[in-house]
C-alpha cells in the first residue's frame, strides 16, 4: 500500500513567491518522523526538515516549514520567498518507529520562473 | 568533511553481467542505507546496515541482489546476471547512529547503472 503521497507531479512558482507542495501519508503507527528531500538536477538527495509525530510545533528551518496536520496526515512543505535554486524535485518521506525503511512519495517537480 | 561517496558514478553494462557498486559512508555513522530510484520515480528502500548487526535485506528485489559492508565503513552492492530492469540510479546514504525517527540520512550523490 502506498504510504507517502504527492498528488503534485509539477509545481511553478514566481520567483520571490511562497509556495507548498503536499504530502499526504498513511500509518497506524503513532510514533513516526517525517522527512522532506530536495533533489537538484546534479541527483544528490538533499535534507531539508523533518517533522516528529510526536512534536507540538512545525518544523522550521530556515525558508523552509512543514504544515504538520497530524489529524488529516499532512506534511505540506512551505517554501517562502522562492529562489530561482529552488527549482528541483522534492520527495516527502517517512520512517515509522522500529522500521529501518525510509517510505519516500513519487516527487513533485518545482519550478521557479523568472 | 567528506560526505557519502559512491563509484562509479555511471556503469553501462550488458544484460547477464554482474556489478558491483561502492559506497563510503561519512565516517563515524554507523548506520548506512541503499536505495534505488527508477526514472522519474521516488526512492525504493534496498538494505539497511547497522553497526555489526545483520542487515535488514526487506527491500532487496531478488536474490540477484547482495550488499556486504565491511564493520562500520565502505559497502559494496552487487547485482549478479543484471536485467534491463535493473536500470537506475542506485543511492547510498549513511547516518549517525540509525534505528531513531529523527535520524537524517545523508545521501551520496548515487551511481546510474544502465544495463544494456
Known amino acids: 500500500a502506498q504510504k507517502i503521497t504527492q498528488t503534485q507531479p509539477g509545481m511553478f512558482v514566481q520567483e520571490k513567491e511562497a509556495v507548498t507542495l503536499d504530502c499526504t501519508y498513511d500509518t497506524s503507527d503513532p510514533s513516526y518522523g517525517l522527512f522532506w528531500y530536495k533533489q537538484p538536477s546534479s541527483g544528490e538527495m538533499i535534507f531539508l526538515i523533518y517533522q516528529g509525530s510526536y512534536d507540538q510545533q512545525n518544523a522550521t528551518e530556515g525558508r523552509y516549514s512543514l504544515n504538520f496536520q497530524k489529524a488529516r496526515k499532512s506534511a505540506n512543505l512551505v517554501i517562502s520567498a522562492s529562489q530561482l535554486g529552488d527549482s528541483a524535485m522534492y520527495f516527502c518521506?517517512?520512517?515509522?518507529?522500529?522500521?529501518?525503511?525510509?517510505?519516500f512519495g513519487a516527487g513533485t517537480r518545482l519550478t521557479v520562473k523568472p | 568533511g567528506a560526505g557519502v561517496s559512491q563509484s562509479p558514478s555511471n556503469k553501462v553494462t550488458e544484460k547477464g553481467k554482474d556489478v558491483e557498486l561502492r559506497c563510503d559512508p561519512i565516517?563515524?555513522?554507523?548506520?548506512l542505507y541503499w536505495y534505488r530510484q527508477r526514472l522519474g520515480q521516488g526512492l525504493e528502500f534496498l538494505i539497511y546496515?547497522?553497526?555489526?548487526?545483520?542487515?535488514?535485506k526487506s527491500g532487496l528485489p531478488s536474490d540477484r541482489f547482495s550488499a556486504e559492508r565491511t564493520g562500520e565503513s565502505v559497502s559494496t552492492l552487487t547485482i549478479q546476471r543484471t536485467q534491463q530492469e535493473d536500470s537506475a540510479v542506485y543511492l547510498c546514504?549513511?547516518?549517525?547512529?540509525?534505528?531513531?525517527?529523527?535520524?537524517?540520512?545523508?545521501f551520496g550523490p548515487g551511481t546510474r547503472l544502465t544495463v544494456l
Open positions: 546514504a549513511s547516518s549517525l547512529v540509525g534505528g531513531r525517527l529523527t535520524d537524517t540520512q545523508y
Open positions: 565516517s563515524g555513522h554507523t548506520a
Open positions: 518521506a517517512m520512517r515509522e518507529n522500529n522500521n529501518n525503511d525510509m517510505r
Open positions: 546496515f547497522q553497526g555489526n548487526s545483520a542487515p535488514d
